[in-house]
Each structure stands twice: as structure tokens, then as C-alpha cells.
């Protein structure tokens, strides 16, 4: 078994999401998806704790992931904090999917047509870091991903 040494903290979500939220991470961005719709937004109380399936809070240094496969499961936690060590990595800019001609301001439409939001103007590309681990023999592998940041359109 590959060791994930990245991994700061994990472990079951026993109380409030929130709290646990507010204990771990402070003024990032989220990713919430669940039974009813996907939402990026600035960090803020998640209202709909019954149909939460997965959340993201990321800073440019660390991201707090809670998740369950299903509805009827228990919620677990994964906290990265690259401020905790180096660990080896590979970042990578991955193009949003953006009509331009019909997007705005905070409010951008895929060119499939499908409508969404990000938390600033102009974005273009969402920075992701894979994380490496390695086997007893040594050989790497990407063992987990998180988010970094939103990227406005020419920002590196």
C-alpha cells in the first residue's frame, strides 16, 4: 500500500460539517456537489446537509475534502496542508470550459450550452496539484488531487 504522506489530517465527520469546516479551513473557495447541483462559491455555511455528497474548501495552500459515496453514508475528511511539509507533486492548468461570447462577469455558460458560476471575473483555466506517492519498490504514482486556485484569463 502506497503511503499518502501529504495527507495532514482524515477521519470520520462525527458532529456538524460546518464546524468542522470552520475548525480546519478559513477564507477559501468551495466546490459543493451534490444530489441536485454542482456550486463554486466563496466559502459559506452549506445550508443542504442532506443532500451533500462532496465539498472542497481550498486556499492556495491547503484544501479540506469531505465526502460520502451515497446519501446513506457516513461523512469522511481529508485535510492537505502544504504548509505542513514538501511533499512531491505535479501542478497542472486545466482550461475551464467557457462560451466568451455569452459569459460575464461571474456568471460563465460551457460551450455545450450548460450554465454556471465562479468566484471571480475572467477566469480561464483552475490550477489542480496531483500528489505522488510511492510504492515499496519505489515506483510513483498519483495518489490524490486538489484544488489550488481559480486562474483570471492570462494569470500564471
Known sequence: MTEKIYITEKGSVSGDINTLISEKIT???????????FECSPQKMIED???LLEVRIFTEEKELRIMRPTIADTFTYRLIDDTAGIYDHIDEDQYLDINTDKS???SYVATGGG?????IEKAEKIRIRNYISYDKQGIAQIT?????KYLRKGES
Do not use: C
Not at 27 to 35: A, C, H, Q, R, Y
Open 27 to 37: 477564507g477559501g473557495n468551495m466546490l459543493l456537489m451534490d444530489t441536485e447541483k
Open 49 to 51: 446537509i442532506s443532500h
Open 104 to 106: 460575464s462577469g461571474m
Open 115 to 119: 450554465a454556471y458560476t465562479l468566484p
Open 144 to 148: 490524490d488531487f486538489r484544488i489550488v
